[in-house]
C-alpha cells in the first residue's frame, strides 16, 4: 500500500498559471473509492454504488449463476488482502497503521488480488495485539462489509463470518509457511499466537476449527456453485454438494 499522490491537472484544464475564461467543468470523480463510501453505499459524482460494483464485476469474470455466490467470492478477496495487511505488521513489527475506512481506498473494477492504498500513512497507538486486531479489521472493517453485502445481496451472515474466519487463517498460514522458510520460528510464533487469540473472538470462534496452521471451517463460501469451479481446502463439505441427491444450500 502507498500514500496517496498529489492532484494532477485533468484533461482540458489550463496550464498553470493561465487564466481562464469561463470555468472549467471538473470531470466526475474515478474510481478507486474509500471503503467507508463502499460499506455506506454511497456513491459521490454520480457514480454506482461501489460494492454492487465489485459483484457485478466478479460475477461477470466467474460467470455466477447468481448474486449471493459472486458476493461472498467478493468479500473472501476483500478479507483476505485485509487480514494480510494487519497481521503482516502485527507480527513483523508489533505495531498497526492506522487502516481506517476512510484511510483506504479500493477501486471495485480492479483485478484480484484487491489492490489497497492508504490516502495517510500514520500509526495507530499501543501495541498490536489480538484486540487492536479485532478492531481495526473485525469491527473497522468486515461487519460494516457484510452487513451491505447480507442488505443487498442476501448472503447469510454465518457464510460471511465463515468467510472471514477462513481469510483470517489464509493469512496466518502464508505468513507461517513465509517465516519458517526465512528462518524466523519467532515470527511464526507470533502469528499463530496472534491468531490463536482473534479465532477465540466472539465473531470467529464458530466459523471453523484450527489445528496449528490447518482450519476446517463450518460453512461454505459457495465458490462450488461457479461454473468450473471445486471445493476450497478448508470446504466444510467433503465432496461437491452438487454430487448429492439432495444438493446443498451453502
Partial sequence: MTAGAGATAGPGAP?????????VPAPLPAW??????????????????????????????LRAPEPRVAASVAQLGLAARLWSVALGCAVL????????????????LASAPDDLW?????????????????RTVLHGHLEPLAAALRTHHGVAAGLLRGNSGSALAGAARE??????AGGRDDLADRAGA?????????LLRATGTRTGTVFRRHSCCLYYR??????????????SPRSSPRGASG
Fill in 226 to 239: 461457479v461454473p468450473g469451479g471445486g471445493l476450497c481446502g478448508d470446504c466444510c463439505f467433503t465432496r
Fill in 93 to 108: 513489527y508489533g505495531r498497526l497503521p492506522d487502516l481506517g475506512p476512510r484511510l483506504l481506498r479500493w477501486d471495485p
Fill in 118 to 134: 492508504l490516502t495517510e500513512v500514520r500509526p495507530l497507538p499501543g501495541d498490536a495485539d489480538a484486540a487492536a486486531l479485532a
Fill in 15 to 23: 496550464p498553470p498559471g493561465a487564466r481562464a475564461s469561463s470555468p
Fill in 175 to 180: 505468513l507461517d509457511r513465509w517465516a519458517r
Fill in 32 to 61: 478507486p473509492v474509500t471503503l467507508a463510501e463502499a460499506y455506506e453505499g454511497s456513491a459521490p459524482g454520480g457514480r454506482r454504488d461501489a460494492l454492487r460494483v465489485r459483484v457485478d464485476t466478479v460475477a461477470g469474470r
Fill in 194 to 202: 496472534l491468531t490463536d487469540d482473534l479465532f477465540a473472538h466472539p
